[in-house]
C-alpha cells in the first residue's frame, strides 16, 4: 500500500516515514523547495517538490491510498499570524480536497492538543474538552483548532479522515529543534540557570508515530485522539534530564513576570526596530498554563504505547550530541 506524507522532514513526519518503510508501506513525501532533507537521508522515500496550498496535489497523490497530513507551520511570533493561518487552516482545507480528487482511502491528520487547549488550575482533560477558540493562547493555537474545524467539515461531506492530537514529543531526530527540543538543548548547554513553574503531558515521539499508523487501522472516521502519556512539571522533567546526564538541574524558579516583560519588550518595541525577537510573548503566555491531558481513550481503542520517558529524553540527548547541537 502506498501512502501519502506532508511534513516528512520535520520531527514527527521523519519517525512517522522510519516506521511506515518498517512496516511495509511504501511512502511519497512532500517536501517544499529549499527544505532540509538530512532526515530522509537514505531512505527509499518517494520526494515530491510542491507546498501544501498547490492546486494539483490531487496529481500527486494519484495512486496513494492513504494520507498522512502532518505538516504545520509551528511558530509563536505573533508576526507570523497571517502565515500560520495561510498554511496550517487554507493549507489543510486544500491538502484534503485534493485528497477527495485523488480517492485517498483515509487520511490520518496530524492535529494538536493546543488545538484543544488547557484546562484550568491544571486540570486534567481529554478529547471532550474544548477551550473557546477565543481562550486558545496565540495565533498557532488558533490556527491548529481551525485546522481540525477544516478535517471535521471534510467528515460531514463523506470523507474519511481521522484526527491525532500529539502532545508533546521527545526523542530522536528533532532536526530543528521543536521548543522542547531547543529546551532540552538549553540545558545540556548549561543555559538554564532558572525555570519557570509550568506542566506538560510528554511523550516518546516514537509512540506517537504508532499512534498515527494504529489510528490508520484503528482509528473511528471523525474522531479525535490525544497521543500523550505523562504529565510533568517542568521541574520533574528537568530533574529527570540531571539524572541522565549527570548535569545539575537549576533549583530557582523564576517570576512570570519577568519573561513576559521581556518577550512584550522584545515583539512591541525592539522588533519594529529590526532586532530579530528572542522571545516569543505568546510562548510566555502559554507557559503560565498548565497542559495537561489524558490519553487513555487512545490507549483503549488504539492500542497506543506508553513507552518510557526516560528513554525517550536519553534517545534525545544522545542524538543532540551525536550530531554536533552540543559542543565541547
Avoid at 517538490?49 to 492546486?55: A, F, T, V
Wanted: charged residues 20%.
Amino acid at each position: 500500500m502506498q501512502v501519502f506524507v506532508t511534513g516528512g522532514t520535520g520531527f514527527v513526519g521523519a519517525n512517522l516515514i522510519r516506521l511506515l518503510l518498517q512496516k511495509g508501506y511504501a511512502v511519497k513525501a512532500l517536501v517544499r523547495d529549499g527544505s532540509n532533507l538530512d532526515n530522509l537521508q537514505g531512505l527509499e522515500v518517494e520526494i515530491v517538490k510542491g507546498d501544501l496550498n498547490d492546486p494539483d496535489l490531487a496529481q500527486q497523490m494519484a495512486g496513494c491510498q492513504y494520507l498522512f497530513h502532518v505538516a504545520a507551520l509551528y511558530s509563536l511570533w505573533q508576526a507570523d499570524a497571517e502565515a500560520l493561518y495561510h498554511h496550517n487552516v487554507l493549507g489543510t482545507r486544500n491538502v484534503l480536497l485534493n485528497a477527495r480528487k485523488a480517492g485517498i482511502e483515509r487520511t490520518v491528520y496530524t492535529s494538536s492538543v493546543a488545538a484543544i487547549g488547557a484546562g484550568s488550575n491544571g486540570q486534567v482533560v481529554d478529547e471532550s474538552y474544548q477551550s473557546p477558540v477565543e481562550k486558545l493562547v496565540g495565533h498557532y493555537k488558533k490556527s491548529k483548532f481551525l485546522a481540525e474545524r477544516e478535517a471535521m467539515a471534510a467528515v460531514a461531506v463523506g470523507q474519511d479522515v481521522v484526527v491525532v492530537n500529539p502532545s508533546t514529543p521527545i526523542g530522536p531526530r528533532d532536526i530543528k529543534p521543536t521548543p522542547t527540543g531547543d529546551m532540552v538543548l538549553r540545558f545540556l548547554r548549561r543555559g538554564m540557570p532558572t525555570y519557570l513553574e509550568t506542566g506538560m503531558n510528554f511523550i516518546d515521539v516514537r509512540d506517537v508515530v504508532e499512534g498515527h499508523v494504529l489510528a490508520l487501522l484503528k482509528g473511528k472516521s471523525g474522531d479525535r485522539y490525544i497521543l500523550g502519556h505523562q504529565n510533568l512539571t517542568m521541574k520533574q522533567l528537568l530533574d529527570q534530564l540531571s539524572q541522565i546526564t549527570g548535569l545539575s538541574a537549576p533549583q530557582r524558579a523564576i517570576a512570570p513576570w519577568i519573561p513576559l516583560t521581556v518577550a512584550w519588550i522584545d515583539e512591541r518595541v525592539l522588533a519594529p526596530l529590526g532586532k530579530p525577537p528572542s522571545v516569543p510573548l505568546d510562548g510566555v503566555r502559554m507557559a503560565k498554563q498548565y497542559m495537561y491531558y489524558d490519553a487513555s481513550k487512545a490507549v483503549r481503542e488504539l492500542g497506543l504505547p506508553q513507552s518510557s520517558l526516560s528513554l525517550a529524553l536519553k534517545d534525545a540527548v544522545d542524538w543532540f550530541m551525536s550530531h554536533g547541537y552540543v559542543k565541547g
